[in-house]
């Protein structure tokens, strides 16, 4: 199973389409959230560009594989992927 800790840097598969010199789909992941009434759990992570506003998004949808036929160009498998490259922080 995949897990991310608190402070990890994540690039949404989209970041592919973008600069990468560029901060463009980078996020900094917060932590899980669970809804108080559905008790769903949600993942809240921080964008690292622009206005770095917080987001959140279902769990299930967050950990989801991408849909290579909607985005058969893409190589990234998930939807949400730890960057693992120095160069592209900070």
Not at 61 to 79: A, L
């Amino acid at each position: 199973m995949r897990e991310f800790r608190e402070g990890d840097i994540l690039r949404h598969f989209k970041r592919e389409t973008v600069d990468q010199d560029s901060m463009q789909y980078l996020y900094q992941y917060v932590g899980i959230a669970i809804h108080s009434e559905s008790i769903e759990k949600f993942v809240v992570y921080r964008a690292l560009y622009g206005e770095e506003e917080l987001f959140i998004r279902p769990y299930e949808m967050f950990m989801e594989e991408v849909d290579h036929n909607k985005y058969p160009n893409i190589r990234q498998k998930y939807r949400f992927e730890r960057e693992t490259s120095k160069s592209n922080i900070g």
